[in-house]
C-alpha cells in the first residue's frame, strides 16, 4: 500500500502531487493487489498464516510509504543524510529483531550454512544494493514515481518463493503480479 500512502501524503509532507499518469498507474496497482486479495491461498511452512500475513503486509505500507518520504526529504537536503539513516536503521533492526523473537514465538537457531548464505545473499542483494540505488536515485526522483517503480519487487515476491521454496502461486496472483509490473512499466 506503500505508493497510495505517498500519493496521500506526498503533498502535505514534501508539497509534491502525482501525475494524472501515476494515477492511472495507482489504479491499475490497486486492481492487480484485489487479485492477489482474491486468489485462493494454502498454508505452508513458510507461509502458516497467509491471510494474517496479507494484513500485516497491508498495514506494514504505511511504514514504507513514510521511509521512502523520508529518504526523499533527506535526499533533498543533498547532504547524505538518507545514507546515514539507513546505516544506522539497519543497525538497530538487527538487534531489535532478537529481542522481539520471543515476543511472536520464535526460537533463537544459529541456522545452518545454506540459511547464512542465504541471508548473507538477501542482505547484500535486496537489501545494501538496493538501498544504495535508492538512496542515490532518490534526490532526482519524485517519490510517487519512485514508490511506483519500487512496486516491481513486491509484485515479483510471488515468484521469488516458487522459485526458493516451491509456494505456487494461484493464477490470480500471476495476474495481479503481470498488472503491476505492466502499469509500472508503461506508466515509468
Do not use: K
Not at 107 to 125: K, P, R, Y
Not at 154 to 163: F, H, I, V
Request: hydrophobic share 55%.
Amino acid at each position: 500500500t506503500y505508493p497510495f500512502w505517498v500519493t496521500l501524503l506526498g503533498p502535505w509532507l514534501l508539497r509534491e502531487r502525482a501525475r494524472r499518469s501515476d494515477l492511472g498507474v495507482l489504479l491499475c496497482i490497486a486492481l492487480g493487489m484485489a487479485l492477489f486479495f482474491i486468489a485462493p491461498v494454502t498454508s505452508s511452512a513458510t507461509a502458516p498464516d497467509p491471510r494474517l500475513g496479507d494484513c500485516v503486509a497491508l498495514v506494514s505500507g504505511l511504514s514504507y510509504g513514510l521511509l521512502l518520504l523520508g529518504f526523499r526529504w533527506l535526499g533533498q537536503q543533498g547532504n547524505g543524510e538518507a545514507s546515514a539513516a539507513v546505516a544506522w536503521g539497519n543497525a538497530f533492526t538487527g538487534p531489535v529483531a532478537l529481542l522481539l523473537a520471543p515476543v511472536f514465538g520464535q526460537q533463537l537457531t544459529l541456522g545452518d550454512t545454506e540459511s547464512w548464505a542465504a541471508i548473507t545473499t538477501l542482505g547484500v542483494l535486496q537489501v545494501g544494493i538496493a538501498y544504495a540505488l535508492l538512496v542515490r536515485a532518490i534526490p532526482h526522483v519524485p517519490a510517487v514515481q519512485a514508490s511506483l517503480i519500487l512496486m516491481i519487487e513486491p509484485a515479483l515476491n510471488p515468484l521469488l518463493a516458487y522459485a526458493l521454496h516451491g509456494e505456487r502461486p494461484h493464477g490470480l496472483a500471476i495476474a495481479g503480479g503481470a498488472l503491476i509490473i505492466g502499469a509500472v512499466l508503461v506508466g515509468s
